[in-house]
């Protein structure tokens, strides 16, 4: 089982940067594909980034490619996501996952899920 605990969320301008972290508990973390995913209000969750535990292969959403990155510390259990050039569409609430598997971007594959963390654009 993985508990996940999101930080780094806050309030920043347009063209800023922000970096999350998900801190994981237990010790197979390194064995997981993670990702984050976001909500925005009256919308559908959606799929950002995610990397896999073998080779750490990473996927992005066409919106955030090029101005996102995602990482991942196996050795801290943490993963990251460094936030660049921020839009005000990118205001959500970000949630970080652990499962992942053939689908990585589906929701459907993750089994684990932090509580989330607000980032809000301002223009």
């Known amino acids: 089982q993985v508990q996940l605990v999101e930080s780094g969320g806050g309030l920043v301008q347009a063209g800023g940067s922000l970096r999350l972290s998900c801190a994981a508990s237990?010790?197979?973390?390194?064995?997981?594909?993670m990702g984050w995913f976001r909500q925005a209000p009256g919308k559908e969750r959606e799929f950002v980034a995610a990397?896999?535990?073998?080779?750490?292969?990473?996927h992005y959403a066409d919106s955030v490619k090029g101005r996102f990155t995602i990482s991942r510390d196996n050795a801290k259990n943490t993963l990251y996501l460094q936030m660049n050039s921020l839009k005000p569409e990118d205001t959500a609430v970000y949630y970080c996952?652990?499962?992942?598997?053939?689908?990585?971007?589906?929701?459907?594959?993750?089994?684990?899920w932090g509580q989330g963390t607000q980032v809000t654009v301002s223009s």
């Open positions: 990397i896999t535990w073998i080779g750490g292969v990473t």
């Open positions: 237990g010790r197979t973390f390194s064995r997981y594909d």
């Open positions: 996952a652990a499962g992942g598997g053939t689908y990585p971007r589906s929701l459907l594959g993750y089994g684990y």
